[in-house]
């Protein structure tokens, strides 16, 4: 490579290394999570159609992305032990460019929300609060095995199912719409641990206390899937009791299904954590489709 090729690649982003940044692989989460709070709201989707591509493209390119430049500039020190070849640290996107990136986007996500509504714009408010305040000094909630990935589990679950619904229904989404989302935030808490997996060096040095820092593998693995679980147990009681029959049956047999995963990352869960992200991850996202549809016949949102 040419001297001025460097400096070229030094001063200047690569196009590809910022759309990297944002990674869009972490899009699908929230996304779904919007669309599931669409579907339970039980609103017709036809006459509102541009505020619900809007929400998705918030929900995902947008704060999700946002999320994840935010979360890349703050942790730039511990990629370079864990993850080098990143964008920030690998040098694609030089200087202070990772941070302009994130407080441009973050003023993008109220712009974009304004349109959703005093509810769906609440929502982003807060959801682009707490992803400074997971990565950014001096909150960094990050630090913490149990408030981090807390925080996480709601913001790319509870909070996006809650501001679908609400934009769907103009208004408040009623008790049923928000105790679902919230479980499903309360099981996310367990596929955000297992994400830890992968930082495991990084943060023991820069003092992230993550659960498997803290706890070692296996207990942190057995905890995330005892949170899981417990989440989906709870949702199935509550689909039983509201004469959603049916519905709690299938919720309960992703669940089962879950629990074969289980087994196999136990036996290995640094090895084995990437593999159950793939599988038992999907198994819990459509439960959560799933329970939406459920709501959606309960009529819940007024």
Avoid at 2 to 12: A, M
Avoid at 20 to 37: D, M, N, Q, R, S
Avoid at 230 to 248: C, E, F
């Amino acid at each position: 490579m040419s001297v001025s090729e460097n400096l070229h690649i030094r001063t200047v982003p690569q196009p590809r290394a910022m759309l990297e940044l944002i990674k869009p692989i972490t899009w699908f989460p929230p996304v779904w999570a919007y669309l599931c709070g669409v579907v339970s709201s039980g609103g017709e989707i036809v006459p509102v159609w541009p505020l619900v591509l809007l929400g998705m493209v918030l929900a995902g390119p947008v704060v999700c992305g946002m999320s994840q430049a935010a979360n890349d500039w703050c942790d730039r020190h511990v990629d370079a032990i864990n993850e080098p070849n990143r964008p920030i640290p690998s040098g694609r996107i030089p200087g202070r460019w990772g941070l302009w990136i994130a407080l441009g986007m973050s003023g993008l996500s109220l712009l974009l929300a304004w349109p959703l509504g005093p509810w769906g714009f609440g929502a982003t408010v807060f959801g682009v609060l707490a992803a400074w305040a997971y990565s950014a000094e001096p909150i960094r909630m990050k630090r913490s095995g149990w408030w981090g990935p807390g925080l996480v589990g709601l913001c790319y679950e509870g909070l996006p199912w809650f501001t679908g619904a609400a934009v769907m229904s103009a208004g408040a989404p009623t008790a049923q719409v928000v105790m679902i989302a919230a479980l499903y935030a309360f099981g996310a808490h367990g596929i955000m641990t297992l994400n830890d997996f992968k930082a495991l060096e990084g943060d023991r040095q820069y003092g992230v206390r993550s659960l498997p820092v803290t706890l070692g593998p296996d207990v942190a693995a057995r905890i995330a899937c005892i949170v899981m679980v417990m989440a989906q147990v709870l949702v199935v009681s509550l689909l039983l009791i509201w004469g959603r029959p049916y519905h709690g049956l299938a919720v309960a047999v992703f669940t089962l299904a879950q629990l074969a995963a289980m087994r196999v990352l136990i036996r290995d869960p640094k090895a084995k954590a990437p593999w159950y992200n793939g599988t038992g991850v999907l198994l819990y996202v459509s439960g959560m489709m799933v329970s939406a549809f459920a709501l959606r016949g309960l009529g819940a949102v007024g």
